[in-house]
């Protein structure tokens, strides 16, 4: 028995050991055949990549991609007259001209072209930008070159130069009935040249046109608007635009806000405006409205009292000693936003990791504050300090309810790295982390895209002196945006200090009264000089305001 079980041990493990041998032998073909397979692909993307440079040295060193170079070259220098020669010898010499080069060379001609406009240029080269402008684009149409945005545009930029904004209109129109979607600049050249022309039922016309496509108008074509409805003494669309100016720009311009006052101190102002009016639509309307304006039309009558005046911390007019409110925001426009955040977030950032921070928010969070720690650790000085950004953090834990820290966000190097490592900041910094307050980012992520989602989905206080200006904001193309930041961002001034957010909202308003305080733009960067604003106010109307305190008091009351 001992000798036939040891036979078949002996069998059992020559027969294991072959098929292991069997096995690598099999891996190892396996392997090499997918190492063969790598190599191929590898040797394919190799081929198609070298195939994909050839081409692209090819195009660049061809007629067209020659003439393409220097042609940009010209659009960078402004330098019509040499375009237009290359141009002239490319027809010549038989070179195949795209919509590329046609737009380069339109672009350039209307330049020239609208400098005239503006007084500005030789008078020869203004109109030979003109003249040649309209050839060329009559060659786009000829060779059948398929036109875009830009060709449409330039074209009408032309005829805008030519004093001739129906041909713009229509070339609009052309544009959109080939199925291209216009931008803003693609309607300037219309509306501009039908204001200047003081022709209100064309402008409108546009404007309305543009209103209809989705596309917003901005401080330059409503600023041009009021202007045009002032001069043609059109109180309802000067209305209107205050409104639009409002909602859309909220701080004005110095030229916008010129064009303002003179319609307050002007004698067609005075002469428009409900004497009584139905005090109860209008505190409608400011409900409605989320508060700083009503929207119900021109209240009160008589001579408009104009300053230029200043608003101080609590937010009283300084000139008639109004309040100005805090206008609301929607709580769902606040949820819509975070959640677009989200989106550009992940396709910016590492999605996992963006994932998850999002997870452990919700586990840490909320938060009553948020603190961009780079940017503050950084105001003010040359050097990082965790000293300044210390600071902060405590005076923001006692002005918190719950006297709770706030969220700290660092990238990962400056939680590692630097200043990090001496002693007291290594304690610093292993305090917060116990406490749930700091999260350090990942190598080679934002930092932006962090501290701002917090912020936001905690519905708390960002302290940061980034003005989020940079490309990355402007992503979030939002209104929401700016009204947003104006409740929410502290600052730190020069004496390391918070600035926080104003009582009220820097923004055009219309009160219950019929009066009306307008704000100019300033520089973001200095917070401690006081902002100008317009007030405009007239005598109330005694049986109104009475009207409107009973109905005040019987809200309160009840």
Request: proline letters at 3%; hydrophobic letters at 35%; charged letters at 25%.
């Amino acid at each position: 028995m001992k000798s036939i079980m040891n036979k078949k041990c002996s069998y059992g493990f020559l027969v294991d050991q072959t098929s292991h041998l069997s096995t690598l032998s099999q891996t190892a073909t396996s392997l090499t055949e997918c190492s063969e397979g790598i190599s191929s692909k590898l040797s394919k993307e190799a081929r198609r990549k070298a195939k994909r440079k050839a081409k692209r040295k090819a195009e660049q060193e061809s007629p067209e991609g020659i003439l393409k170079r220097k042609l940009n070259e010209c659009s960078k220098g402004g330098d019509m007259v040499e375009a237009l020669k290359l141009y002239d010898e490319a027809r010549s010499n038989g070179v195949a001209l795209d919509v590329h080069h046609y737009n380069v060379l339109l672009y350039l001609c209307s330049s020239h072209a609208s400098a005239k406009i503006d007084n500005n240029g030789d008078e020869n080269t203004l109109n030979s930008g003109l003249k040649r402008g309209f050839e060329i684009f009559e060659q786009i149409l000829v060779d059948e070159v398929s036109p875009n945005e830009a060709t449409f545009t330039s074209a009408a930029r032309l005829a805008a130069a030519r004093n001739d904004p129906e041909m713009a209109f229509e070339l609009l129109k052309r544009m959109k009935s080939c199925g291209i979607a216009p931008k803003l600049r693609s309607y300037e050249p219309a509306l501009f040249g039908f204001c200047k022309r003081g022709d209100t039922d064309k402008a409108y016309e546009v404007d309305a046109d543009m209103i209809a496509s989705g596309v917003m108008a901005e401080e330059p074509e409503l600023s041009a608007l009021l202007k045009l409805s002032v001069d043609a003494k059109k109180e309802d669309k000067v209305y209107e635009m205050l409104h639009r100016l409002r909602a859309t720009v909220r701080q004005v311009s110095e030229s916008t806000l010129q064009i303002i006052e003179s319609w307050f101190n002007s004698e067609d102002a005075a002469k428009v405006g409900e004497k009584y009016w139905d005090v109860s639509m209008v505190r409608k309307g400011i409900v409605q409205g989320g508060g700083g304006w009503h929207g119900q039309g021109w209240l009160g009558s008589g001579q408009w009292k104009v300053a230029k005046t200043h608003v101080n911390d609590t937010g009283m007019c300084l000139s008639c000693s109004e309040k100005l409110v805090s206008i609301d925001i929607d709580p769902k426009e606040t949820e819509n936003f975070a959640t677009s955040l989200i989106r550009l977030a992940c396709q910016r950032e590492a999605k996992a990791n963006f994932n998850h921070f999002q997870k452990w928010l919700q586990q840490h969070g909320p938060f009553d504050a948020v603190v961009d720690g780079a940017n503050v650790s950084l105001t003010n000085t040359q050097h990082f300090s965790f000293l300044q950004l210390n600071s902060v953090v405590q005076q923001l834990q006692q002005l918190s309810p719950s006297k709770r820290l706030p969220l700290v966000i660092l990238n990962i190097s400056r939680v590692n790295g630097g200043p990090a490592q001496k002693q007291n900041n290594k304690r610093l910094l292993e305090y917060w982390k116990k406490n749930g307050a700091l999260y350090a980012t990942p190598h080679g992520s934002n930092d932006d895209w962090y501290w701002l989602y917090a912020a936001v989905s905690c519905k708390s206080l960002l302290v940061t002196n980034d003005e989020m200006r940079d490309h990355l904001f402007q992503l979030l193309g939002s209104s929401f945006f700016p009204r947003w930041k104006e409740k929410h961002q502290v600052r730190l001034s020069t004496s390391n200090c918070l600035i926080m957010p104003p009582p009220y909202s820097t923004v055009i308003q219309e009160s219950a009264n019929g009066s009306w305080h307008v704000p100019t733009v300033s520089d973001d960067d200095d917070y401690e000089t006081p902002r100008q604003w317009l007030c405009a106010t007239r005598s109330p109307n005694m049986a109104s305001l009475r009207q409107l305190f009973t109905s005040t008091s019987t809200s309160m009351a009840a």
